[in-house]
């Protein structure tokens, strides 16, 4: 019977066939029949399933999905969405009660556990608009004791002995302010409250007006007493509407019950404060731009000395404080200076709140003691990055401060600290980036913003950002040039020495710090026109082509498969791939790593879209003509191992023009392809279809021709020579024990499968370790020669398997079990024979400088698992003979100029797993590409040097018109032969999609790169009509 | 209103206690729904009708409904405070007008606390 694609087992139970999963029967086999699915879909009647409460029910097999609750009516569109489709229909799926877990305590949960509240102190308790709320929570308290029994230098000592400092970022000690203007001998004085909160990101100031105002007219108001101002502002952006209309209300509550205005609480003491709406100039946060803003005065900044607290507004004194500063006075005055400057470090007392944004779990508003480590915010506070991304860097300070990297993580965070680090305090906002941020972006979003907000006073502030922004936009699109770095540090300098006001002294620093700690990126983004966050529009047309090291045009040929052009898919295919056949089922497909069809979806299927490419190729039968190249020169080329690197580099090498041999030890072709890959996944006909392709243009293949002298090559009349050896020795675990008889190289036994030899008895228990292709492949495998139970041992967790996770998937349909967090510590031999394995439990530890969580072991955690073999597949080496006489690495990789992929060796050249030790196809391939142009270069007396160029569309496809939105955003699965009979046989697994199903999946692509070639389209004509 | 005197303003606080701390109060329950720039972009207006229309459809007097600040999580806005005298303050996260419905029959009604919406229970610093 031939292989169905799906196995429907419904339950037959008596419970089921009560609720009626005879007419569930009925129903699917008339859809099925229907719709022309009798070939694909078998419907089999199981015995009592168990879950008769979610009756009736039916398993979907392959895949093991389960529905419950079926009704003959569902079935259509089930059999629609799920079997022709191949989208599980969610709505009828059985899902698993939530577990009852005890709600937590509030101050269990992390994000509260480690905040301080001081400032925030009546957060979400008291309603803001009502006054009497403040004053239940010993509000007011500080003002009656300020007013009653202290005098206002009293006053201005508690708050100099606290070491509070100025919490709009520039941390000046606000006691020190408050006595230099009360010592002026002047009157009237003005006391100002700077609500001008204008960094990106940051909502503290705000945040506060809205859920607390009293606390800052209380804060203003002793502040007043102290300095002996009778009139006060408060200056707030007129952008927040909510947190002027709260203070507001507060302020006509307060004057209400004479907390402001004459005579406040029957003292000689009077007092008043007004609301000033500044328009939303970023310039006005700095003071002296504040005063000229509430004197009607165009919003510049003017030298100091004078400071406003000698010369301010109205040119009387003047203090002007940060919101936050305020609200922490009434604090300071109920628990005194002794209690708050325990709080905090050295340097820096009290508490601060900053706005926790950007690429981190839980965002808000927090507040926590000074000296915090950036490590305690992240992770526990801010529960780490989203998607189990790499954290990267934290941005403070907003456009004035700079960017912390990971590997600062354990800094304390205060002010001097953040300074050293290159970076402030600000007022407190926290942009979090993980491994999906470009640094060089980032910079030039923030110096476009400080180029838009400068007040144009100062020629470097106004004329210097908009250079910095013309050479960072530059940068961004790929075009950089050598010495922009420089220029970028120069420039920044001199800003910084030439401006006068904050604003412009500290524009550069998002540059300068980015600069600092990620030097390598805008090398990248210069030198090799990449951006290695994959975010810079103007070098990454599209994310798939970008990340794909063929750089094959994944967006044109998708929507060629959309329209059924699958013809001309495949050439565009080809343009860049040679193996597409191999590649559409072995490829790792780096393509779908940055898919933008990930947010909120899954990546495209693009493997599996050009699988079924070259499906429809084979069964066309209109294969593609092959014909040798014709040769243009005399030189010939040898190239050690007919792997995807050899046979990529002899393609191109003969499409150059140049004869090429290709010398292969073993005795097929393929490399790793045809050794280490096993039949299920590759199968050796497909293997051998494209190596005779690459045969068929021309290249020489010798099997059984191992070369141990390049010397001898070269005698031959070879001029070039191109080392692409697979890594085929095994790597040891370097664990006590491991020469033990049943300790077998998993290599080994992949490569006798494969090859038709007898294969070492593996016996029923087969143990693995590693988590990658080999150790996958090498499971499966053992399961199919007839071991009983294979067991995968992994150090860390399934999504940090480097394996396809399709292959792992099919690997536990058939059995595999994994082991997740054990590492070996030990062989337990006996006589010499392996008994079994020691393995110590891990935990995923502290993540280290890269954000990544590394696996720790725990002590005590030692277990033995009696194995009958161990298949150690960690990671594999290469076998460089000494008469290759060419430099190597510590691991035996051949070591070459990474610009020339030239040895030591004059002509000798190396690429792929030789180079980078085990890599995947597509990357081997793509040095081998590289490898054949550098040869090319070589022979030809030309310079050989590696070129960097952008990655563009290969060709002009436009984008399919869409009937109807296509609102489903999962990939079809891929259907597979059912588990149980895929024992004792090598059958492919995968049997490739349906060209329905293939066209609707291709039609999902986003096509990000149309944006960009419109873009690019559109400004080439601008030129072109500039000129005309 | 006639300013307030040294002694007037402790009379209030001691009065206003009773407005905010349930234990002083004269009432038994008491809904803060938190109203910050966040919590109303997220939804949290709805919340506080939803709260409106099933206080006064079910008729109860003892139970206020007021609104706050933002508390602090502003990813899982819109968030309110359930307290109910003899059971330990609730803070729901991520409501809808239907999560409010059901809080509003099983938790202020039932005085059943609805553990699926919960963040945590207790005050935030801990005491």
């Known amino acids: 019977m031939a292989a169905r694609r799906i196995e429907l087992m419904l339950c037959s139970g008596t419970g089921c066939v009560a609720g009626g999963s005879f007419r569930i029967k009925k129903a699917l086999e008339e859809e099925i029949a229907r719709r022309d699915l009798q070939g694909e879909v078998s419907i089999v009647s199981t015995g009592c399933n168990g879950f008769c409460g979610q009756g009736p029910l039916m398993v979907v097999e392959p895949e093991g999905i389960l529905y419950g609750w079926l009704d003959p009516e569902e079935i259509p569109s089930l059999v629609q969405e799920h079997f022709l489709k191949g989208r599980p229909v969610k709505k009828l799926m059985f899902v698993p009660r939530e577990k009852k877990e005890p709600v937590p305590l509030l101050r269990d949960i992390p994000f509260f556990k480690k905040q301080t509240l001081t400032v925030l102190r009546n957060k979400g308790l008291i309603d803001p608009e009502r006054i009497d709320d403040y004053i239940a929570r010993d509000g007011y308290v500080a003002l009656e004791t300020v007013l009653t029994s202290m005098q206002p230098e009293e006053v201005i000592e508690q708050i100099r002995k606290s070491g509070l400092r100025g919490r709009g970022g520039a941390g000046f000690p606000t006691g020190v302010k408050w006595k230099v203007c009360r010592n002026e001998p002047r009157t ?448 010939k080329v040898a190239i050690i191992g007919s792997g995807p690197a050899g046979l990529t580099a002899a393609y191109y090498l003969a499409e150059k023009g140049y004869a090429v041999t290709v010398f292969e030890k073993f005795p097929v072709a393929g490399g790793m392809l045809a050794l280490a890959i096993p039949d299920y996944r590759l199968p050796k006909k497909l293997l051998q279809m494209e190596i005779d392709v690459i045969r068929d243009a021309g290249v020489d293949i010798k099997t059984n021709s191992p070369v141990e002298d390049v010397g001898a090559v070269f005698h031959e009349g070879y001029r070039a020579v191109l080392i692409a050896v697979g890594a085929h020795k095994n790597r040891k675990l370097e664990i006590p024990g491991e020469d033990a008889e049943g300790v077998i190289d998993p290599l080994t036994v992949l490569r006798k499968v494969n090859l038709g030899e007898e294969v070492p008895a593996l016996g029923n228990r087969v143990g693995i370790i590693g988590g990658g292709n080999t150790a996958v ?205 895929r024992k004792g046989n090598f059958d492919e697994v995968e049997l490739g999609y349906i060209k329905e199903v293939a066209m609707r999946e291709a039609a999902r692509c986003l096509r990000c790169d149309w944006e960009v070639q419109k873009m690019r389209e559109r400004a080439r004509e601008q030129e072109i009509g500039v000129e005309a | 209103m006639p300013k307030l005197t040294l002694d007037e303003l402790r009379k209030k606080r001691e009065d206003a206690r009773k407005s905010i701390y349930l234990r002083e109060g004269d009432f038994t329950g008491k809904i803060t729904v938190h109203l910050g720039t966040c919590g109303i972009a997220a939804g949290a207006r709805a919340i506080v009708s939803t709260f409106l229309e099933e206080l006064e459809a079910s008729g109860l007097t003892n139970v206020v409904l007021t609104t706050s600040g933002c508390a602090g999580l502003c990813s899982r806005e819109p968030m309110a405070t359930v307290e109910m005298l003899d059971l330990p303050p609730v803070k729901y996260v991520e409501l809808t007008p239907e999560k409010a419905k059901r809080i509003f029959r099983e938790h202020i009604v039932g005085s059943t606390i609805v553990a699926g919406y919960a963040l945590g229970i207790g005050s935030e610093t801990g005491g």
């Not at chain 1, 196809?921 to 070589?938: D, G, P, Q």
Request: glycine letters at 10%; one cysteine or more.
């Open chain 1, 777 to 981: 492949d090498a499971a499966r495998t053992a399961l199919r020669l007839g071991s009983k139970e294979v067991v995968i041992f992994y150090r860390r967790t399934r999504p940090e398997m480097p394996a396809i996770p399709e292959d792992v998937e099919a690997a536990f349909e058939e059995g595999v079990k994994i082991e997740y967090l054990v590492a070996p510590t030990r062989v337990v031999a006996e006589h010499g024979r392996l008994k079994g394995v020691e393995f110590i439990r891990t935990k995923l530890g502290e993540p280290d400088a890269s954000g990544r969580k590394r696996p720790v072991p725990i002590e005590g955690s030692e277990f033995v698992v009696e194995l009958d073999s161990l298949l150690p597949a960690v990671s594999q080496d290469t076998e460089i003979p000494a008469g290759f006489g060419v430099e190597v690495t510590k691991g035996n990789a051949v070591k070459v100029n990474n610009e020339t992929l030239m040895t030591n060796r004059d002509g000798v050249f190396a690429c792929g797993d030789a180079v980078t030790l085990p890599t995947d196809v597509t990357s081997a391939m793509a040095e081998a590409r590289n490898a054949a142009e550098l040869i090319h270069k070589y022979l030809r007396g030309e310079e050989v040097k590696r070129e960097y160029a952008l990655i563009t569309p290969s060709i002009r496809v436009e984008p399919i018109e869409l009937e109807s939105e296509i609102t489903d955003t999962t990939r079809p699965l891929m259907p597979r032969i059912p588990a149980e009979r």
């Open chain 1, 188 to 635: 009237p004085k003005y006391i100002i409250c700077n609500c001008d909160e204008g960094d990106p990101g940051a909502y503290m100031d705000r945040s506060v007006f809205e859920s607390d105002p009293q606390s800052v007219i209380e804060g203003q108001t002793i502040a007043a007493y102290a300095i002996g101002a009778s009139h006060g502002y408060i200056y707030v952006r007129s952008e927040y509407p909510l947190a002027i209309k709260r203070m507001q209300i507060a302020l006509q509550q307060a004057r209400e019950y004479g907390l402001l205005g004459e005579n406040i609480l029957g003292s000689a003491f009077s007092f008043d404060l007004e609301i000033r709406e500044g328009s939303g100039a970023f310039v006005c946060g700095e003071e002296t731009s504040l005063i000229h803003s509430i004197e009607g005065k165009s919003p510049e900044p003017r030298q100091r000395p004078p400071f406003p607290a000698q010369v301010g507004l109205w040119g009387c004194p003047t203090v002007i404080n940060n919101v936050e500063t305020l609200a922490n006075v009434p604090v300071i005055i109920n628990r005194g200076a002794d209690w708050f400057s325990g709080i905090g470090t050295e340097t820096s007392k009290g508490t601060k709140i900053f706005s926790l944004v950007g690429k981190i779990n839980n965002t808000g508003l927090i507040e926590v003691p000074m000296g915090m480590k950036l490590r305690e915010i992240i992770y526990e506070i801010g529960d780490g990055i989203p998607g189990n991304k790499k954290f990267k860097a934290v941005q403070t300070g907003g456009p004035s401060g700079g960017c912390i990297p990971a590997s600062l993580m354990d800094l304390p965070i205060d002010y001097e600290s953040l300074i050293q680090a290159g970076s402030m305090m600000g007022s407190g906002g926290m942009i979090v980036m993980d491994e999906d941020t470009c640094m060089v972006d980032v910079s030039k979003f923030y110096i476009q913003f400080t180029n838009d907000e400068s007040c144009g006073k100062c020629s470097t502030c106004r004329d210097g950002s908009a250079a910095l922004l013309e050479v960072l936009t530059r940068i961004t699109n790929g075009e950089g040039r050598d010495g922009d770095i420089e220029f970028l540090e120069e420039l920044g300098k001199a800003i910084k020495d030439a401006s006068m006001c904050g604003l412009g002294t500290s524009l550069p620093n998002p540059v300068l710090s980015t600069i600092r700690y990620f030097r390598d990126e805008y090398e990248a983004h210069i030198k090799q026109k990449r951006c290695p966050a994959v975010v810079c529009r103007g070098i990454i047309s599209s994310p798939c082509q970008y990340m794909c090291p063929l750089h094959t045009d994944v967006p044109a040929y998708l929507t060629l498969i959309a329209r059924g052009q699958f013809k001309e898919a495949l050439e565009v295919v080809r343009r860049t791939n040679p193996l597409p056949i191999i590649c559409g089922r072995v490829c790792m497909a780096h393509c779908t790593t940055k898919c933008r069809s990930k947010e909120g979806g899954d990546a495209i299927a693009v493997r599996e879209l050009k699988r079924f490419l070259t499906d429809w190729e084979l069964a066309s039968g209109e294969l593609p003509e092959s014909a040798p190249f014709p040769r243009k020169y005399d030189e």
